[in-house]
């Protein structure tokens, strides 16, 4: 037994030491004496709708500690506290600072907290607060996209993306923020290449141009998804300009196309025959007589008519004229009058564009008619 007592004892020893350490070891850090803290929230203004169920906004609450020479801290322990309301992720639990020395909470807000919420940081002897403001109207502002044109444009032809619509219903709250995010199915490449997605962001940015600066317009045959995200936070341009993330409070989205090219902008030509809607032909019966048919007046708005198809009303082949428009229909004059309707049909060029050596687009006229009386000569 005495040979084994004094092994029992270095064991038991062991333990003890073995219980204490990690103690020792999870100690937290606190700053020093000579250390400097700041606070900020961002954003330091929220509205919350009270006619929305369960709203409540989330505050970025950040703490920075350095030490004497102004270098960030790592591994700091920070506690932050509030009071007004709100709730704090970190609840009583410390938040250790990371290599920038900054120590992160988030505040959730809602409507029911007041208008006025402090947060404080805390580690040791040091103390900050930043107060945190509920607007007391409370309205969620209105993201609106407005298109020029409207859902579609053909390649190379201008778009505008116009978030000015956007509002807020709070008499002194004003949008103060746009963030425009533009993905598309099939980004231009090469001269015309383009950032997929399309970010612009900023105070000023209601909307958004193609052609505009550095952007050319879209090229590609291609499906965009256009997204607005608005603030009314009066802070938010200060954030962006120190180069922080502006928490945007409202968002829409709209689908847009751009084609190679918009067939429905293509006018119809209109065919038309000149001379009156009834004209006469005389000959002496069983002879054949020749009559030109004038489709010069037929016209598109958006460019030269490209074809001409007559017909006789006789069931005759129709045979060119001296110009294009022209057609020389035939016919056999009979003992007794007879009535023929003559029609013609014009196809435009569509928008000017071809494919494979066609014209796309190509659109036809609704039919031109005169009526052709075709008699004996007087007198026979």
């Not at 947060?119 to 900050?128: D, F, K, N, Q």
């Not at 956007?166 to 199915?185: F, G, N, P, R």
């Not at 030509?269 to 007046?297: C, H, M, N, W, Y």
Request: proline share 7%; with cysteine.
């Amino acid at each position: 037994m005495r040979t084994r007592m004094p092994g029992l004892i270095v064991l038991a020893v062991l333990a003890v030491a073995a219980m204490i350490a990690p103690g020792c070891e999870d100690s937290p850090l606190s700053a020093g004496k000579d250390y400097t803290m700041s606070i900020i929230a961002q954003p330091g203004s929220v509205s919350i709708d009270p006619t929305v169920p369960d709203a409540f906004v989330n505050v970025t609450i950040r703490a920075t500690v350095l030490n004497a020479d102004a270098v960030p801290q790592q591994g700091i322990t920070v506690f932050f506290s509030n009071s007004g309301g709100g709730t704090l992720a970190s609840g009583a639990n410390g938040v250790t600072t990371d290599g920038a020395g900054i120590a992160e909470d988030v505040l959730k807000v809602t409507a029911t907290d007041s208008n006025s919420i402090v947060v404080t940081a805390s580690s040791a002897s040091l103390s900050e607060s930043v107060t945190v403001t509920k607007n007391s109207g409370g309205h969620v502002p209105v993201a609106a996209i407005v298109a020029v044109p409207s859902a579609q444009q053909a390649a190379g032809n201008n778009v505008v993306f116009d978030g000015s619509a956007s509002s807020d219903a709070d008499e002194d709250d004003q949008i103060t923020m746009y963030k425009w995010v533009i993905t598309s199915t099939n980004p231009d490449t090469g001269t015309y290449a383009k950032p997929n997605p399309i970010v612009a962001e900023g105070p000023a940015i209601s909307g958004i141009s193609f052609p505009s600066g550095s952007l050319t317009a879209f090229h590609n045959a291609q499906d965009l998804t256009v997204t607005l995200s608005v603030t009314e936070d009066p802070a938010a341009p200060g954030i962006f300009a120190d180069g922080g993330d502006v928490d945007y409070r409202a968002q829409t989205t709209i689908p847009y196309s751009i084609s190679a090219v918009l067939c429905s902008d293509n006018t119809p030509p209109v065919a038309q025959i000149a001379g009156p809607a009834t004209q006469s032909l005389s000959g002496f019966p069983g002879e054949d007589k020749t009559f030109s048919v004038d489709g010069r007046l037929s016209h598109d708005a958006e460019g030269p008519i490209d074809t001409y198809v007559f017909t006789c009303g006789n069931g005759v082949t129709v045979l060119p004229g001296p110009q294009p428009g022209i057609g020389v229909c035939t016919y056999h004059v009979d003992s007794t009058a007879k009535n023929y309707t003559i029609t013609l049909n014009v196809t435009d060029r569509g928008l000017g564009t071809t494919e494979g050596g066609q014209f796309q687009c190509v659109k036809q006229s609704d039919p031109a008619t005169i009526q052709l009386v075709v008699s004996p000569s007087v007198g026979f």
